[in-house]
């Protein structure tokens, strides 16, 4: 009896009258809003600063947006999966470790083959523990992350590690600019990731089941779908995003320690949400993920770029964050 | 007292539920509301009880405006509502419920005394009989309702709402409520009943109101109507509730399911049952008897703890609903909205979900394919007003349950089970969905009905099952058993086990 009866009597009321209209109306205006958002940001930022259309900061913006970027893939997922994941960073920790020490035995492609290998085994574990367990993945994941994190400093004895000099320009590679216009190639492998799991959200039978399981487990059960394997299949995909963006940090900073990105998960999180996948799960899109995420660094670009004090950098980022899911709630208000 | 409404309307998005109604209580009578699901009776009682804010609309109680713009206002003048939902907190006591927010005190401090006072001054003038110390999440759902009701007067309320109140209580308890409503009447209070009962309506009520697609279709005495007159103004045409035949079932039709002794927990105590190609079984039990269960437990929903289910000679898994639908046996499920459907999802998806596999290249949805399906499968079903991409829950209850239908239909099982068929439909979806089982039926599929209107069983099956305390008790052909007779048989009091003749359909052919 969670639906009110009023509530049933609007929407067999609203669909006598065309009520398919009314909601692709709200679903619209949400877009709508959303990206209005960015747009106008892009816009003022156009119009105040001489350097924000330049290629050079545009390329330097999609940069700053990789890591935040696979992360904000990974959340998308499994919060439309009807879960969260707040072990991502201890997991891209653990994995951007891996990859540091692995290459000092076995060589750069194994060190990152093995990364990528324990972010998925890591994810798998979260699936199959909330999966399992049946504790919320919410304090699930938190409980495993610290356990992750805790990993993290055996593995590196609590010290920054390095991968040995020999291979330490190699081990950098995906901090550096391709071809294709200067563009990084840590956001190449962005953007192929988001598209990959924007194509496996929207299109395959797999991200239909995603959906499903967010938006009813028990119907998607009842409808054969085995809940539990796809969970564990989305915790591990997840997994499988951290580690690569574990690996842009590492190759970055051309190093990998037990703290990295901390609480970098929330401004994932954030960015679904801010995009409007909605927090109850079964509803949103790697697109409005992306749209968060832009979103986000952009605030921090414009910071910069206007040379604002960036002490108030993270308010602004706040009010934002709260704005948007305000506005969100605003909108679904007829519904809910 | 007099408490005038008038002009109420409310729109959800632009589409309106209220259109302009007007009519008049009075204190010292019940006053039905009536209408179809979704003419909007419960919209209208909230906006007057302050739980939505209509868009139009004002009411005069004793001909002075008042102004109602929340729960608050509406309890100050003596409006409260009890809606279907109920508003308790689960964690405390009878007393502290009943006296919620309103707690007597000394300068901030509790005086629970007074409180136990009133409590018994309040149990004693409606004979409800309460534990004050109780914990309401221990009580079962007509306490707790009553509960409500004593908070309703303790507030002094003066006009009550009652959104379906006598929907999930027995006959005993329904009987008790409605004693309940004539008292507070009695006592002068205006009570407005929203009920699908008409007898009920019609036995408890002065005056009635009927809403029709949320306008106002005709108040008057309730001694001037009769349940087929107020069907009339529900639908604005007279009704002809009749059953579609079933087609007759073939001589040499198979048995295409076979249960034996199927257990699970208390619910469902050694169920064995046989449906044929082309055959309708409908069980009739109280809600309890282990309808639902044994439905769960064949299709695998639940892990049934013993027993065996064959679907044309092949043994099913316990427990595996991905198996069961391999082997063809397809479930509806009770509830559509924590069960069936996806409802935030699109009508396609919804429909697509059980036979995702039936459709795919690699993984990837074959979307031409799947749209084609949905589409086709919606016209058959003549779902109207929706397109694919819509959100389901845009639908009407009855297109809802439509969709429902056909996520299952796409890859004709071999047997559908189905429980409560038509449960929240209206009217005309409802005689839809009958001639829906009868022709899938025409066609060679075995249907498991489950249904708590016996009129639904009687009408539709070949043969009629009735459950009590997780036993099939009785079994009969179509037309050799009544109404009266199921319902003797399904309220039988004595679960003695020695005597429930545990009828396995073993001499059927």
Not at chain 1, 134 to 152: D, E, P
Not at chain 1, 226 to 239: D, Q, Y
Request: overall charge neutral; charged content about 20%.
């Amino acid at each position: 009896m969670t639906t009110t009866a009023e509530n049933e009597a609007a929407l067999e009321a609203a669909e006598k009258a065309g009520g398919g209209a009314a909601a692709g109306r709200f679903t619209r205006l949400r877009d709508f809003g959303v990206v209005l958002g960015v747009v106008a940001i892009v816009v003022a930022l156009s119009l105040t600063t001489e350097t924000f259309l330049t290629t050079g900061n545009l390329v330097n913006l999609l940069d700053q947006a990789a890591v935040v970027g696979l992360l904000a893939c990974a959340a998308t997922l499994v919060i439309i999966s009807g879960a969260f994941d707040l072990s991502i960073t201890a997991v891209l920790a653990v994995s951007a470790i891996t990859a540091v020490v692995v290459t000092g035995g076995a060589g750069v492609a194994a060190g990152m083959a093995a990364a990528v290998l324990v972010g998925g085994v890591l994810g798998a574990i979260n699936g199959l523990v909330v999966v399992t367990v049946k504790v919320h993945s919410f304090i699930a994941t938190l409980a495993l992350s610290i356990m992750y994190r805790g990993l993290a400093v055996i593995l590196t004895a609590g010290a920054i590690v390095y991968p040995p000099e020999d291979v330490a320009t190699a081990f950098q590679a995906l901090s550096w600019p391709t071809v294709l216009g200067g563009i990084t190639a840590a956001s190449l492998l962005f953007l192929l990731v988001a598209a990959v799991c924007w194509i496996v959200l929207a299109r395959t039978t797999f991200g239909r089941r995603v959906y499903a399981i967010g938006g009813n487990e028990e119907a998607a059960r009842l409808s054969g779908i085995r809940v539990g394997s796809i969970r564990v299949a989305v915790f591990a995909i997840s997994g499988v995003c951290a580690a690569l963006a574990g690996l842009i940090l590492a190759a970055r900073g051309g190093s990998a320690q037990a703290s990295m990105a901390t609480g970098m998960e929330l401004t994932a999180i954030a960015a679904a949400v801010v995009g409007g996948t909605s927090v109850l799960g079964g509803e949103g899109a790697i697109w409005r993920g992306l749209i968060g995420v832009l979103l986000i660094t952009l605030i921090g670009n414009g910071f910069n770029l206007l040379g604002w004090d960036t002490i108030y950098q993270q308010v602004v980022q706040g009010a934002l964050i709260l704005g948007a899911v305000s506005f969100d709630r605003l909108l679904r208000r007829s519904r809910a | 007292m007099r408490i005038d409404l008038e002009g109420f309307g409310k729109a959800y998005g632009g589409v309106p539920v209220l259109r302009d109604v007007s009519f008049s209580l009075r204190g010292g009578r019940v006053h039905g509301l009536l209408g179809e699901n979704g003419a909007g009776k419960s919209t209208l009682l909230k906006a007057v009880c302050g739980a939505v804010a209509p868009d139009t609309g004002r009411v005069l109680l004793d001909g002075r405006p008042i102004s109602i713009g929340s729960p608050r206002d509406a309890l100050r003048h003596g409006f409260a509502l009890i809606s279907q939902e109920l508003a308790l907190v689960p964690a405390l006591t009878v007393l502290d419920n009943v006296y919620l927010g309103r707690w007597r005190n000394r300068l901030g401090w509790r005086t629970r005394a007074a409180d136990a006072r009133a409590f018994a001054e309040l149990a004693e003038r409606t004979g409800f009989d309460l534990d004050p110390g109780a914990l309401v999440r221990d009580l079962p759902l007509a306490a707790q309702q009553q509960v409500e009701i004593l908070r309703a007067l303790a507030s002094g309320a003066k006009v009550i709402g009652m959104d379906e109140p006598t929907a999930l209580l027995t006959k005993t308890e329904t009987d008790r409520l409605l004693a309940v409503i004539r008292q507070l009447a009695a006592e002068g209070a205006a009570v407005v009943l929203i009920s699908h009962f008409l007898e009920e309506v019609l036995s408890v009520c002065d005056d009635v109101t009927v809403l029709r697609d949320g306008r106002h279709v005709i108040t008057g005495p309730a001694a001037d109507q009769t349940p087929d007159s107020l069907v009339r103004h529900m639908v604005g045409r007279p009704l002809d509730v009749f059953f579609p035949d079933p087609a007759p079932v073939a001589e040499a039709a198979p048995v295409v399911l076979r249960a034996r002794d199927v257990r699970r927990g208390a619910a469902v105590r050694g169920v064995s049952l046989d449906i044929r190609a082309g055959e309708i079984v409908g069980v009739a039990g109280l809600v309890g008897s282990g309808r639902s269960e044994t439905l769960r437990a064949i299709f695998g929903a639940d892990h049934r703890d013993g027993g065996e289910v064959e679907l044309e000679g092949r043994p099913l898994p316990p427990g595996s609903p991905p198996a069961s639908m391999r082997a063809g046996l397809a479930m509806v499920p009770e509830s559509r909205k924590e069960q069936g459907l996806v409802l935030g999802r699109s009508v396609r998806e919804n429909i697509a979900l059980a036979s995702l596999g039936s459709r795919q290249l690699a993984g990837f949805v074959r979307g031409g394919a799947e749209g084609r399906a949905a589409g086709a499968m919606l016209g058959d079903l003549d779902v109207r007003g929706s397109d694919l991409a819509g959100p389901v829950w845009t639908l009407s209850g009855g297109n809802q349950q439509k969709v429902l239908f056909g996520k299952w239909l796409l890859d004709r099982p071999k047997v559908l089970l189905v429980d409560e068929p038509t449960r929240g439909v209206d009217v005309a979806a409802k005689s839809q969905i009958h001639r829906l089982l009868v022709d899938l039926a025409a066609d060679g599929m075995g249907v498991l009905m489950v249904s708590s209107e016996v009129e639904e069983v009687l009408g539709l099956a070949h043969r009629v099952l009735v459950m009590r305390h997780g036993r099939v008790v009785g079994e009969f052909a179509r037309g050799e058993v009544t109404r009266e007779q199921v319902l003797a048989l399904a309220f039988a009091d004595t679960p003695s086990p020695t005597a429930a003749p545990a009828t396995p359909p073993e001499g059927r052919p």
